[in-house]
């Protein structure tokens, strides 16, 4: 089943969607680009390798056995009512994404995990392969969390399988640096997460980080007022501020970087006026 939906349609169309943002990105540039684009590709597919294979070959065969068990064990939401395939299809998707906006909340709040998600916002500039900079440790802790939530909901292993290929291309699209008609983006922000809304995430001030924490649907971010959207995108400098030295952020740095001790945020405060769910250029 992995082979015939992840391997055979996902991978290829993760591939393509990559390749496009990335041409995309290089043509219609979002944010000014602040270090060399180069460089930083190359040490985020590599700190990345460790994580990809722990996704392919621990994260998602371990949660599609856990889906399928469940199916004898019959536990969580989606085995409590009855419905047609596409309806139950829906709630899972759903509810997989929201169990999701509470892990990412739990990555900045939890110390022992923001040691590990740090790994990924100390990127000094965002763009497409920002989306794979993320630290081993992290995919080892969301195992435990998926896994529940997976239990927790009775997805299928089929809407496990979905939702993973779905949630790895909203992660490719949000963090890119394509810059998006305003207007069409405002309207498409509306439903999912996009560029402009999850560039402020990256931010260097801590109210901006501590926002926005959707991955595809940004209704979540709306419903629990942890929406930020009035910051302009040539406003924000990317990163965090205690790890802002290149030097520090090398391949063998980042690798060890959650089990060294964690520097405090060094705050800058920035005014903004008070729409905070309207979205600026
Ligand atoms: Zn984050």
Known sequence: MIKAIFDTYGTPLL?????????VESKFQLRKRVH??????????????PAFALLRLLFIPLMVWLAVQNQTWQFGVNYLYESSF????VVSFLLLDYSI?????????????WRFHLVHHTDLDLDVTTAFRFHFGEMIGSIFYRGAAILVIGASPLMVLIYEIVFEAATQFHHSNMKLPYRFEKILNYIIVTPRMHGIHHSMIK???????SVIFSFWDRIHKTVRLNVHQNEIVTGVPSYADERELTIGKLWILPFKSI???KDSERQTDKKFNQLKK
């Open 15 to 23: 591939i393509a969607l990559f390749a496009i943002l990335f041409l």
């Open 36 to 49: 060399n684009r180069w460089k930083r590709m190359f040490i985020n597919l590599i700190v990345s390798i």
């Open 86 to 89: 596409a309806g139950k299809a």
């Open 101 to 113: 906006y509470i892990w990412h909340i739990l990555l900045h709040k939890l110390p022992i995990l």
């Open 207 to 213: 109210k901006e980080t501590d926002s926005n924490y």
């Open 263 to 265: 520097r405090q945020w």
